[in-house]
């Protein structure tokens, strides 16, 4: 017998439970009531004996979530059936979450539809007392390692007997092959720990063992994680519209209810329909391509195998071209046009089709890579842009579309322009305030050293930025201040040779000479001589 602990705010819907029918006789007893939560938990921790959970959501004081996140601490195995309204579903979803078996609407509750979730509670709590061991024995493990088998091409000479044995809900009629990926799986594993992420799995498996039990159609196998090999026929159908007509509201229901029931997107790649299981090898891989076509088509859609023959490439140009374009957009901070570059790359992108998700994670690293090589040639390291050190292979790998790809390519090209933006307006900065500096003291004995000092940077790049800014080198500005003054000098004044090369900074007059010709073109004194004969 087992025992049923009930759990309702409103003492009428207790007693109509209780009196729905003869529970005993089917081997259910009503075996307690509570009227909150609260009063819930304190008898489950007393008495220690119930077997099975039946649960409102709505209740004061601690509502339906909060007993079955209570009860999952220290029970993950007793089974929970959840009461619920129509305007529960976002609790609904919740409850599924926390690895309740299933629910029920008060406004359908019967005895005939209680007891069948009753009984499946039941043959859960038996599944739950084998052991490990005794699991991987059974009937069901055999079951799926037999339909792995079938998708993998292993398709042994008794397939009829050992479908009749294992009870499988195929026949050789009108098969298909769907691949059911659940979107964003990477990222619930990133957000979860590892036991909601466990009962959200559970949950996932319930909800298509309800489907595929409801529509009597088919059979469920985990091929990986997040992700759903789901083989279907359609018996005592000669039409091909019908057979994927019903074929197309099968997989719709079961996409709304994981969507509805735990707010999950998936998408479904769907193989052709063929007679016979020999084609289920076949079928299976084409399901696989055109879930791939997720990358193309985005997430949520129920994508079919003919939506391959669509795809070819009609690309123009080479990822080179797009590169240089996009540099030189970077280089030339004309933002208009990186954009309009960064539009450009998309429609490359789109245009080469990629139908692999590998080919396009390896093509948009690739992309990234040959970006920032070239950044690093002009000293811009990822680390300065992005403030931290970052794993690009880490980051793309997360994103399932060329549409998240595009996004993120957006977002470090962006990234980029703002940082060389930003470093062109501080060299800008740099060099303006070393150039006033030398402009006020050149007559002294200044040196490299002495103005990175004032300005506050490194000799080496102080001289890299004015070989760069100015298309001069320090000493060569320097040196032209100089010589522009004592040219001014020589015309304007009566200043001896001499007297002018300690006033424009150099002690020694026969040094200054030789500066001055290299410079103009003719010593001091020629060039004075020639301006007072200009002059008369």
């Known amino acids: 017998m087992h025992r049923v602990l009930l759990i309702d705010d409103e003492p009428l819907v207790r007693m109509t439970i209780k009196s729905l029918g003869p529970w005993e006789k089917y081997g259910f007893e009503m075996a307690g009531e509570a009227h909150d939560g609260v009063d819930a938990l304190d008898k489950l921790k007393s008495e220690k004996s119930f077997d099975i959970i039946l649960t409102d959501i709505s209740m ?3 509502n339906g979530i909060e007993v079955i996140r209570q009860i999952r601490k220290w029970d993950d195995q007793i089974p929970i059936l959840v009461l619920s309204a129509f305007n529960d579903y976002p609790f609904v979803r919740q409850a599924f979450m926390l690895g309740i078996q299933d629910y029920i609407l008060k406004s359908e509750l019967n005895f005939e539809s209680l007891l069948k979730l009753m009984r499946k509670s039941s043959d859960l709590i038996s599944a739950s007392k084998q052991n490990h061991e005794e699991q991987r024995s059974n009937n069901v493990y055999l079951k799926q390692k037999f339909l792995e088998n079938l998708l993998n091409g292993l398709i042994p000479s008794d397939i009829d007997n050992k479908i009749a044995a294992y009870q499988i809900q195929l026949t050789k009629a009108n098969l298909n092959v769907s691949i059911v990926s659940v979107d964003n799986y990477k990222v619930m594993e990133d957000k979860y720990d590892s036991v909601v992420l466990t009962n959200i799995n559970l949950s996932i ?8 039990s409801e529509f009597k159609m088919g059979e469920l196998i985990v091929i990986g994680k997040g992700k759903y090999a789901l083989i279907s026929s359609i018996n005592d159908e000669n039409s091909m519209a019908v057979v994927h007509r019903k074929l197309s509201y099968f997989l719709n229901n079961v996409k709304q209810a994981l969507f509805m029931f735990l707010n999950i997107s998936v998408t479904i790649g769907v193989s052709s329909t063929h007679n016979g299981y020999l084609h289920i090898p076949s079928l299976y891989v084409q399901a696989l391509a055109a879930n791939e076509l997720k990358l193309l088509y985005g997430k949520g859609q129920i994508i079919y195998e003919h ?5 070819e490439n009609t690309s123009h140009g080479s990822l080179a071209d797009k590169k240089r374009e996009i540099i030189q957009a970077l280089f030339s901070q004309d933002r208009h046009q990186l954009k309009a570059e960064i539009q450009n790359m998309v429609q490359y992108t789109k245009s080469l089709n990629p139908v692999n998700i590998n080919t396009a994670h390896s093509l948009y690293l690739e992309f990234i890579y040959i970006i920032m090589g070239h950044l690093y040639q002009k000293d811009i390291f990822a680390e300065d842009i992005f403030k931290k050190d970052i794993n690009f292979m880490e980051h793309i790998t997360k994103y399932e579309t060329l549409d998240e790809m595009n996004g993120y390519l957006e977002h470090i090209l962006l990234s980029i322009f703002d940082e060389i933006s930003h470093r062109n307006e501080h060299v800008s900065s740099k060099i ?10 050149y007559r002294e004995d200044i040196t490299l050293k002495s103005v990175s000092e004032q300005i506050q940077v490194s000799e080496t790049y102080l001289s890299r930025l004015f070989s ?9 500005y320097l040196t032209r201040l100089r010589i522009e003054s004592a040219m001014d000098l020589l015309k304007n004044s009566q200043l001896s040779i001499q007297q002018i090369s300690e006033q424009i900074g150099y002690a020694n007059p026969e040094h200054f000479s030789r500066i001055f010709k290299k410079n103009v073109g003719c010593s001091p004194n020629k060039f004075r001589n020639e301006m007072f004969s200009k002059n008369e």
Not at 205 to 212: E, G
Not at 468 to 476: A, D, H, M
């Open 205 to 212: 498996l319930n909800v298509f063992n309800q489907k595929t």
């Open 307 to 311: 939506d391959l023959s669509q795809i």
């Open 60 to 62: 004061p004081k601690m």
């Open 432 to 441: 303006r305030k070393a150039k006033e500096y030398m402009k006020q003291l």
């Open 468 to 476: 760069s800014e100015t298309g001069e080198s320090f000493i060569g």
